[in-house]
């Protein structure tokens, strides 16, 4: 292979057909580095003295953010990291990443938080499917999982006395998801897309993205490089998404077009000023079962959860 285009030094490990430029190992890591940093910055996403709370799965952009912001805020003794894994419950999927969330944060010397659908609602996500097999307009797998995950993460992290919830959300993430709520026509859900996601509750903690600028191949390579161990399973629902629809097909557009991906976030970002001034944001109540944060007078996971029992 080539030389590196920034180094000149040493043999290239990737080419970036969205820029054309070849980088070599150090180069690479360095690169991905300096993107989140500038993310960082560039969102204002830390604070002096925030504690900060990881949602840790156990794949390659959770562990990999986990790595990443372990090194870029070690002289910052102000600042606290914490790791919670959300387990719902997926046999064969989840039960695998675990033991290796538990690994990265024991490395790293960060405090690692479990928390289970089980011990909140009362099922395993593999239960809750066969459970809802029967109902007429029965949800998708991601589609109970998501909010089930959001409010538990979100709840976790308050009682833990997080400051800011970071997600491992990439490039590709991102994108999907601005395809996706556009498609849906749901544009009051894309406007609260942005970068970092400020509170609208006192119950809600504010929610950051560093890694949404590094596309998802490059993060599995940056794991890969730097030799991280991540879990590389693939949740079996994930095949019958939306999403995953969507993600195919972006990346064959990417193939014959590099460069769509950042297009199509640079022009998002252009927009969202305008989204957020036009949807603005309701006020939000608290749950009338559970008191988390709603727009309505019942939170859309106790609304799936009573939907069950009757
Ligand atoms: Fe949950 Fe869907 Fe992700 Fe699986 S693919 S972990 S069901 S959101
Ligand atoms: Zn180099
Ligand atoms: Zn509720």
């Known amino acids: 292979m080539a030389l590196c285009n920034l ?11 969205y820029s054309g430029v070849r980088l070599c190992k150090s ?28 949602g840790l799965s156990g794949g390659k952009d959770s562990v990999s953010i986990m790595h990443l912001l372990n090194q870029i805020t070690e002289n910052r ?20 990443s675990i033991p290796i969330a538990e690994k990265n ?5 960060i405090e690692h938080k479990i928390v289970s659908f089980k011990e909140t609602y009362g099922y395993i996500l593999d239960d ?27 709840r976790a992290a308050r009682e833990l006395g997080a400051t800011k919830v970071v997600t491992g959300h990439n490039l590709d993430d ?9 498609m849906r026509s749901d544009i009051e859900r894309e406007s609260r897309l942005g970068p ?25 390579l940056y794991a890969l490089l730097n030799e991280i161990e991540v879990h590389l399973g693939e949740c079996p629902y994930a095949g019958e ?25 640079r022009g998002f970002d252009k927009l969202l000023p305008t989204l957020k001034e036009k949807f603005g944001h309701p006020p939000l109540q608290e749950c009338k079962y559970c008191g988390e944060p709603t727009q309505y007078k019942v939170c859309k996971a106790c609304e799936l959860l009573q939907k069950l029992k009757t």
Request: some cysteine; charged content about 30%; glycine content about 2%.
């Open 7 to 17: 180094c000149e030094e040493h043999e290239a490990v990737v080419w970036r057909r």
């Open 27 to 54: 180069c690479f890591t360095q690169s991905i580095e300096q993107n989140v940093k500038r993310t960082i910055r560039r969102h204002a996403m830390i604070s002096k003295n925030d504690r900060i709370a990881l």
């Open 77 to 96: 003794p102000d600042i606290e990291l914490i790791a919670i894994t959300i387990d719902e419950g997926i046999k064969d999927y989840r039960n695998e």
């Open 105 to 109: 944060a024991k490395q790293l010397g």
């Open 128 to 154: 809750l499917l066969v459970l809802t097999k029967s109902q007429k307009r029965r949800l998708k797998a991601c589609a109970y999982c998501g909010v089930f995950r959001r409010s538990l993460l979100n």
């Open 174 to 182: 991102d994108v999907q998801a601005i395809l996706m709520n556009f």
């Open 196 to 220: 970092k996601t400020e509170p609208r509750h006192s119950k809600l903690v504010a929610r950051v993205k560093p890694l949404r600028e590094v596309p998802e191949r490059e993060v599995a």
């Open 241 to 265: 998404s939306f999403r995953q629809v969507i993600r195919n097909w972006l990346n064959e557009v990417e193939v014959k077009y590099p460069g769509t991906k950042y297009s199509i976030l």
